[in-house]
């Protein structure tokens, strides 16, 4: 356990140094989709399930609606992911992107960036 937390606090630390910054919930006149979490760090072998919802929509935008999303990952051998239930697995070590598209909007999409580690204590 401690070393997964070791391991999520480097990841912090990196994405937090790649130039990215806080920042603070918007609406939008469009539908947009998040992800949450949008960053996720599993170990091979575990799972986990992330979800999708739309957006806050400004206050005299046409109404927010229910979302239906098919969930795609970006490359199977790191992360694979249940397309119905956002549930997700760890392959191999490495990074992938995972996609949250619109079932009635396949242009309205969000993305989630999935780390796999190495597992721990040979378990």
Do not use: Y
Not at 24 to 46: A, G, L, T, Y
Not at 48 to 56: C, Q, W
Not at 80 to 87: I, Q
């Amino acid at each position: 356990m401690k070393m997964r937390r070791i391991a999520f606090l480097m990841v912090a630390a990196m994405l937090l140094g790649c130039g990215s910054s806080t920042t603070s919930v918007q609406c939008s006149d469009v539908p947009v989709v998040q992800v949450e979490p949008d960053q996720v760090v599993i170990q091979v072998r575990d799972t986990l399930t992330i979800s999708a919802h739309f957006g806050p929509i400004c206050p005299g935008a046409p109404g927010q609606r229910a979302g239906v999303f098919f969930w795609q990952s970006r490359d199977k051998s790191v992360v694979t992911v249940d397309s119905l239930t956002g549930k997700l697995h760890g392959i191999n070590p490495g990074q992938a992107a995972v996609v949250a598209t619109d079932t009635l909007d396949r242009s309205l999409t969000g993305t989630a960036l999935v780390l796999v580690t190495t597992r721990q204590g040979g378990g």
